[in-house]
């Protein structure tokens, strides 16, 4: 069925499963991207809008030389104190919100079908799935995802099945999607298809 009016998409993803491929894609078929990462790394870099509570919360040798978040020493906090994840995320996630929420509102003045919402945390927070029309899930095998992590980032599986437990499992983001994308044996040209049969359900 094809969908006239403007959609909030929101777009989701465990690590490695090709989310941000996806979304670059949607965007290229006309698609407005809003990307909760970017704008995550906007704030915690270099003087952005975070480093002032970070600096408070968990003190100066949390950030690095150039004032931003030093995310390798915020990572193994995390994983030694349960407590940090929480007060890192009460600190960042307002921000994030807020600007999505902006970066919306310009959206929907606009001539846009679609604006797509790529949120990683989309299926952990209680809020989106709320103002959202459709949730996209891109879905890939674990080991699919390690392999890709590795290639891209060079960490070690031990270090990625730390992210994984982090974030929701597989079975909860199936459960949460309205359509799902299993982006797992495929070529970038199929993916690209794929993409765009589903972009044609929203107008592009």
């Known amino acids: 069925m094809r969908v006239t009016a403007r959609v909030r998409l929101g777009l ?10 996806v979304a670059e894609l949607l965007a290229r078929l006309g698609a407005i991207t809003i990307d909760a990462d970017a704008i995550s790394r906007t704030c915690t870099g270099p003087n952005g809008a975070a480093i002032v509570p970070l600096k408070n919360a968990f003190g100066p040798q949390i950030l690095t ?5 030093n ?17 890192l995320e009460s600190i960042i996630h307002p921000l994030v919100q807020h600007e ?10 606009g001539s846009a079908s679609c604006i797509v919402f790529d949120i990683p945390l ?15 899930v891109i879905d890939c095998t674990t080991p699919t995802q390690i392999s890709r ?29 309205d359509m799902v994308l299993f982006n797992d044996g495929i070529t970038l040209f199929d993916l690209a298809q794929q993409v765009h049969e589903i972009g044609q359900q929203f107008g592009l």
Do not use: C, F
Not at 122 to 136: A, F, G, I, T
Not at 171 to 176: G, N, Q
């Open 71 to 87: 995310r390798e020493q915020m990572r193994q906090l995390i994983y030694a104190d349960a407590n940090a994840k929480s007060t």
């Open 149 to 177: 992590v590795t290639a891209r980032n060079g960490l070690a599986p031990q270090d990625i099945a730390q992210i994984l437990a982090a974030q929701a499992s597989r079975e909860t983001r199936l459960r949460a999607a």
């Open 100 to 109: 999505i929420e902006e970066q919306a509102h310009r959206a929907m003045a």
């Open 122 to 136: 989309l299926v952990e927070s209680k809020h989106w799935r709320n103002v959202l029309d459709r949730v996209l």
């Open 12 to 21: 989701t993803g465990g690590i490695g499963s090709g989310k941000s491929t």
């Open 65 to 69: 030389e150039n004032n931003a978040l």
